[in-house]
């Protein structure tokens, strides 16, 4: 038989709480003439048809530079340098964190070079205008540094 304490311990004893899956995301603010880079999620990827600064998940091992230049490399065919860091942010969604890092970048290739293989859309976007895009949370803070002219 079990002891009142172990008991009462058992019942009063937090359950264990599962850490969230973190996520370490990338971007790239890419200014042209006054406006931004942005680009459109794909229908069949998570957070579809969402807009945001270009860019994807930092693989295991790889610097937040090498993610951001394959991302882009991989998602428009195009080449970036990347600089420094323009604002870094952990946004929580219902199932996984997002520590997101966004970086001041400059396309190295011609506009015209930009493919969507990736993508579903881009475009360049005034900083008054980004109020008229739906992006997704982890992206917000981005938007409201640029806004605020930071």
């Known amino acids: ?3 009142v304490a172990y008991v ?4 009063h004893s937090s359950p264990p709480r599962m850490e969230k899956r ?17 680009t459109q999620r794909k229908p069949t990827s998570s957070l579809p048809l969402l807009w945001e600064f270009p ?20 998602d428009m ?8 860091l ?7 969604y219902e199932a996984y964190v997002i520590d997101f890092h966004v970086y001041r970048c400059t396309l190295e290739s011609p506009e015209e070079a930009i493919m969507m293989r990736g993508i579903y859309d881009y475009r360049w976007v005034a900083p008054a205008n980004l109020d008229n895009y739906e ?6 803070a981005t938007i409201d540094a640029l ?3 930071k």
């Open 8 to 11: 009462y311990q058992l019942w």
């Open 86 to 92: 323009v604002v870094a942010v952990n946004h929580e």
């Open 77 to 84: 065919d195009v080449d970036v340098d990347v600089g420094e």
């Open 55 to 74: 860019g994807g998940r930092v693989e295991e091992g790889e610097s937040d530079e090498a993610a951001l230049a394959r991302e882009l490399r991989e």
């Open 22 to 38: 973190r996520i370490r995301v990338v971007a790239a603010q890419i200014e042209r003439e006054g406006r931004y880079l942005i």
């Open 147 to 149: 806004l605020q002219g």
């Open 135 to 140: 992006f997704p949370g982890a992206d917000q």
């Open 1 to 3: 038989m079990q002891s």
